[in-house]
């Protein structure tokens, strides 16, 4: 009994009561969390204060705490992918290099990911499609550099084949080269197969479907005089 009476008395001195909690202002929503015999108060993310519901009066033993520091670098590390998924789908690589950079530990990283792959809120596949549609609507470009943007936000291959596969060359020149062609206004053949040519090799199209599609594009305009 005297030695249970010891545990008991050494475990409360570690318990830490919560004295108080405050909102603090600013841009990140913190909250204050006040403890027992501490000058500095804890700030957590106002998600870690209510999915834990810490009130006034809780006490926490040293591995509790901890415990819940844990878990706040977490809540932060998925608030941080978020707010970095908000303006616009990004593949898995760019997501983990993001909360990397920020300073986020590996373990939360992963742990983050899952959590967003399993709510269907991060998912290459989407990622790349996305990418595709976007990159069709508003500015044309070949299977190869297309693939090669992919490649770099770290999509893996499989998922680029899928994806990809689907891409005409010959249309999507064609529907970036006349749209570039709207600016060209020389009347002479060799500067308009030069200037449209470099164009269409920037979007990463091959010398055969360049080729083809400066010849049509001239033929075009030229019958209906857009270039004088």
């Known amino acids: 009994m005297p030695q249970l009476v010891c545990f008991l008395s050494v475990l409360i001195k570690y318990m830490k009561k919560i004295t108080a909690l405050k909102m603090e202002e600013g841009r990140k929503k913190r909250v204050a969390v006040y403890w027992e ?11 870690t204060a209510l999915k834990e519901r810490l009130t006034v009066g809780q006490e926490f033993s040293e591995s509790e705490l901890a415990h819940l520091t844990k878990l706040d670098l977490f809540y932060r ?11 616009r789908p990004r593949s898995e690589a760019e997501v983990k290099s993001r ?33 595709k549609e976007n990159r069709q ?6 299977q190869f550099l297309t693939r090669l943007e992919l490649k770099r936000k770290g999509v893996a291959n499989e998922v680029i084949d899928e994806v990809v596969s689907s891409l005409d060359d010959s249309t999507n020149a064609y529907r970036a080269g006349m ?8 009347p002479d053949r060799n500067v308009f197969r030069k200037r449209l040519g470099n164009y ?18 001239w033929r075009e305009v030229s019958e209906d005089n857009k270039l004088y």
Request: avoid cysteine.
């Open 37 to 47: 015999g501490q000058r500095r108060p804890l700030r957590l993310e106002v998600d």
């Open 77 to 87: 590390a998925e608030n941080a992918a978020l707010n970095f998924l908000s303006y």
């Open 99 to 131: 909360l990397l950079r920020r300073g986020f530990a590996e373990e939360e990283t992963n742990a983050v990911l899952l959590k967003l792959k399993e709510q269907g809120l991060l998912s290459d596949a989407d990622f790349a499609e996305f990418w």
């Open 137 to 142: 609507a508003f500015s044309p470009r070949s």
């Open 179 to 186: 749209e570039r062609a709207r600016r060209i206004t020389t």
């Open 200 to 217: 269409l090799r920037r979007r990463g199209f091959s010398y055969g479907v360049i080729n083809e599609t400066v010849e049509r594009i």
